[in-house]
């Protein structure tokens, strides 16, 4: 294993060891996560977020400032989840 030290904190390792962290969040009922708006900085449930329903998937917008928090989108090349939108999520 490659290990880098960043400073004496933190260790810095590839995306591969945040596999189990990752799991447990990816898992969680998604709906109930609290998400902040990017455009306004208020924080909702992902379930109180506006849906707009689209051909390939959904585009979730901020009740307070319509602004688009997430999109989702299907397609052949695979599933997309675009979130630059959001600020964090908080499961
Ligand atoms: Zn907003």
Same mark, same amino acid.
């Given at each position: ?18 596999? $189990? ?19 306004? $900085? ?20 901020? /009740? ?11 397609? /052949?090349? $695979? /599933? ?6 959001? /600020? @964090?999520? @908080?499961?």
């Amino acid at each position: 294993m490659d290990v880098m030290t960043a400073n004496d904190s933190e260790l810095v390792l590839d995306g591969n060891a945040a596999a $189990g962290l990752l799991q447990e969040i990816f898992v969680l009922e998604v709906t109930s996560a609290q998400i902040q708006c990017e455009t306004c $900085g208020s924080t909702d449930a992902i379930g109180a977020l506006r849906l707009h329903a689209v051909p390939m998937g959904a585009v979730l917008r901020c /009740r307070h400032c319509d602004g688009i928090v997430m999109r989702a989108v299907n397609t /052949r090349h $695979g /599933r997309w989840l675009e979130m630059t939108g959001a /600020r @964090r999520l @908080r499961f």
